[in-house]
């Protein structure tokens, strides 16, 4: 057997081959590094938002103890729990009540700190608990702006003071503000609350969602399927892959020359922010939605139709399925796009202070992002606190959607 003779290693090659690990070295590194740096943003970004946001699901409340026995205050069974519960508690001088037990507990300047609407969380629980009128109770009811940013240690010194006061007697505290999951929104830092934005966050995604993914679907699958090639097909397609980067403001400006040409008295309504985002959503799913049905072997539509499938049977029944994964993804990506948008909102008006949730699809609305951009223009440092919390719900919201999507799209998976 003859000797096999190893390949001669000249200085050149040696060199070159040091070069080239160097590169792959240095690639691998700075491939780690982009990783590392992308992942300390993020852990500062949510670090710092849950930080600052820690403080805007508190707020600052007075302890004030109220002895019914002596406030002549009744509770109606028939009214008690309904919306009628309100105007009868304010009829019977519960606002004076609960002043006059303010000055006895806090003082004259301690009392005059109390937040303007603070008797309707004292009307409130009464409503939910009409035995509190035959007993005394103690309420913790939000303090005045300037009370609270005497807490924080800014204001005025005199407020400070009074603030370090009422802290140091155990009258003055923050608290886990549960009603800011339940409110909407209010000039007061110390009154505002999300579910306003968010209700409308909700409705206006479920008329986003309810339009843009059948009719993304069906053109997915009608240029994929059953389109013929030709010069108009390929001005269509052309057409779907500009408008998905079209800046959202254009669709913004579609929604008020034609949403509410036809609607006008449903501005800032849930419906037409629906509509107009379901526009901008619309041709990402078509896209993602075509790439997806493109993905689907022939062979499955050779085998279907080889055993006597219709092509309606062949599209609907085995290509569909199949790519309903795929389909999925890009609406996934399009509705968190969607739920972040601001711009085409500001231009159908869903800029509007809102005081109550929406009721409907076609009342007054704003959603999360606009109500944070809207907090963030606030001077009052209150709204600082609230607007990280805002985001840190947001967020949360937008983790809930994309899991909920993501599960459905692991579910209906399925392999060839």
């Given amino acids: 057997m003859s000797e096999q003779i190893a390949p001669t290693r000249t200085p050149a090659f040696e060199a070159r081959l040091?070069?080239?690990?160097?590169?792959?070295?240095?690639?691998?590194?700075?491939?780690?590094?982009?990783?590392?740096?992308?992942?300390?943003?993020?852990?500062?970004?949510?670090?710092?938002?849950t930080l600052n946001g820690i403080g805007g699901f508190q707020r600052a409340e007075v302890a004030v103890p109220i002895d019914f026995t002596q406030a002549g205050i009744s509770a109606d069974p028939s009214v008690m729990g309904t919306s009628q519960a309100m105007q009868s508690l304010e009829a019977q001088g519960l606002r004076d009540v609960v002043q006059y037990f303010a000055i006895e507990e806090l003082g004259e300047a301690g009392a005059e700190e109390i937040g303007t609407q603070a008797w309707r969380d004292v009307a409130a629980a009464?409503?939910?608990?009409?035995?509190?009128?035959?007993?005394?109770?103690?309420?913790w009811i939000p303090a005045s702006a300037d009370?609270?940013?005497g807490l924080a240690g800014e204001g005025s010194a005199e407020m400070q003071a009074l603030a370090s006061q009422l802290a140091e007697e155990g009258k003055l505290a923050k608290n886990f503000d549960a009603g800011f999951f339940s409110r909407a929104d209010a000039t007061n830092p110390q009154q505002v609350g999300i579910w306003g934005a968010l209700k409308g966050s909700i409705l206006t995604m479920i008329v986003t969602l309810a339009l843009?993914?059948?009719?993304?679907?069906?053109?997915?699958?009608?240029?994929?399927?059953?389109?013929?090639?030709?010069?108009?097909?390929?001005?269509?397609?052309?057409?779907?892959?500009?408008?998905?980067?079209?800046?959202?403001?254009?669709?913004?400006?579609?929604?008020?020359?034609?949403f509410l040409t036809i609607f006008p008295s449903y501005r800032s309504a849930p419906l037409i922010g629906g509509m107009t985002l379901a526009l901008m959503t619309m041709p990402v799913i078509v896209i993602a939605g075509r790439n997806a049905i493109k993905a689907v072997p022939p062979s499955i539509r050779d085998g279907a139709l080889a055993v006597g499938a219709s092509p309606v049977q062949v599209v609907f029944h085995h290509v569909l399925p199949l790519a309903l994964p795929g389909i999925l993804t890009g609406t996934i990506i399009g509705m968190a796009r969607a739920l972040g948008e601001t711009a085409p909102l500001l231009m159908i008006g869903m800029r509007a202070f809102v005081a109550s949730p929406p009721d409907s699809f076609t009342a007054p609305a704003t959603v999360l992002p606009m109500q944070i951009f809207l907090w963030s223009d606030e001077i009052d440092r209150g709204f600082v606190e609230r607007t990280s919390a805002a985001i840190i719900v947001l967020l949360l919201f937008l983790l809930v959607m994309n899991g909920l999507a993501i599960y459905l799209r692991n579910k209906f998976e399925k392999k060839w």
């Fill in 126 to 139: 009464i409503s939910a608990d009409p035995g509190i009128v035959q007993r005394q109770e103690t309420f």
């Fill in 212 to 258: 843009a993914f059948p009719i993304g679907v069906l053109a997915a699958l009608y240029l994929e399927e059953y389109a013929p090639k030709n010069r108009w097909t390929d001005l269509i397609e052309l057409s779907i892959n500009n408008l998905a980067a079209v800046p959202s403001i254009i669709f913004g400006l579609l929604g008020l020359a034609v």
């Fill in 147 to 149: 009370l609270a940013q």
């Fill in 18 to 49: 040091k070069k080239r690990y160097a590169a792959e070295k240095r690639f691998k590194a700075m491939g780690l590094a982009a990783i590392v740096f992308s992942v300390a943003v993020l852990v500062y970004l949510l670090g710092t938002m």
